[in-house]
């Protein structure tokens, strides 16, 4: 599996589940991103095969390092304008989903099966809800929920008091955010302890695998 965001969710939850199925991902992440190293570094504990930044992917020392190697699935998140440089990284008759709510034009579609012989299709959760039963939707999140409980997959979060609002934001809203924000409804009031301790004080983010 070739993915383009890795630091997403869905990629970091994808990097863990093929780690568990025997299957192997290119990761491939924002040059842009602070603490590259750091965060690269985590997509490998996680089970990421090969991490690497855009700048790095096609070059010649990535062919190098996944020579005689084709991947058969391609994801590709809010960046579709990355279609052409993924298919040519993949081969023939591999697939390439494109997920986030985002889709190539028919042309670039028709061209990349005409021409390259990649199939491109799309997935969009908002449409998968409205087709399927609650039922269905109950048993995805129970399957989550158990493999989050029993260690198979790993959930980053951060939690925060409902009268700590718009601190919460500003952390939800911060670029390149590993973790998702929740916020506790039946909370203590606690802006006064919070207020006074270090905000490294709150941050648990361990890379290193002992």
Known sequence: IIQNDAFSSVGMAVIQMASQMGGKTVDIVSNDIADIDTKLRLLTNLGGTVN???????????????EGT???LLLVGDDVGVLADMARASGKDSTIVSYAGKSPSAEVAAFLKDEMKVYVTSFSIADWHKGCTVMDRAQMNANLATMVRTGHLTMFYEEHDLDDFDYALDQARESHSLRKVVLRMDFPDRLEEHDARDGKEYEVFETDVV
């Open 52 to 66: 690497v930044t855009d700048a790095y992917f096609g070059s010649h020392e990535y062919k190098s390092l996944v």
């Open 70 to 72: 084709e991947a058969k």
